[in-house]
């Protein structure tokens, strides 16, 4: 910021997982400084969302999470956007598109796809 103050970062991971005619979306938040899981989401929607709708979704959701001052850095695991739908969302929202990695993105897909699963949504607050 251009005053002199410091703009407070969250960290987000966030994956899909389309099966049929449905959708799950995983997210979790973590603490900036610690590492540590904050907040896990698992969302559920009975219908195939398209890239541009879950790319959507994803931006309204975290900026539901984040306070106005805030600015969230979001990894995207594996989902396919147009680089201009960033624009829309800058500065507030960082999203840094990245190949699906196991060992790095293998917790928010689960939780994507046991959304699939259960067919509803869980919110946890850590």
């Known amino acids: 910021m251009t005053d002199g103050t410091t703009t407070r970062r969250q960290l987000f991971k966030a994956a899909e997982h ?3 005619s449905s959708t799950g979306l995983g997210i979790i938040r973590y603490d900036v400084i ?3 899981t904050i907040q896990v989401l698992s969302l559920y929607y009975d219908s195939r969302l398209s890239n541009r709708d879950m790319f959507t979704e ?3 959701i975290i900026l539901g999470e984040i306070a106005a001052e805030e ?3 979001i ?3 594996g989902g396919r956007y147009k680089n201009h739908w960033k624009d829309h969302h800058k500065p507030r929202l960082l999203i840094v598109g990245k190949r699906y990695i196991e060992h790095r993105f ?3 897909k689960a939780l994507a796809t046991d959304a699939t699963e259960r067919k ?3 919110i946890t607050d850590i």
């Open 106 to 108: 293998g917790e928010v």
């Open 58 to 60: 994803i931006c309204k």
């Open 120 to 122: 509803n949504s869980i």
């Open 75 to 77: 990894e995207y695991a």
């Open 34 to 36: 610690t590492g540590q």
């Open 18 to 20: 389309r099966e049929g």
């Open 71 to 73: 600015q969230a850095l």
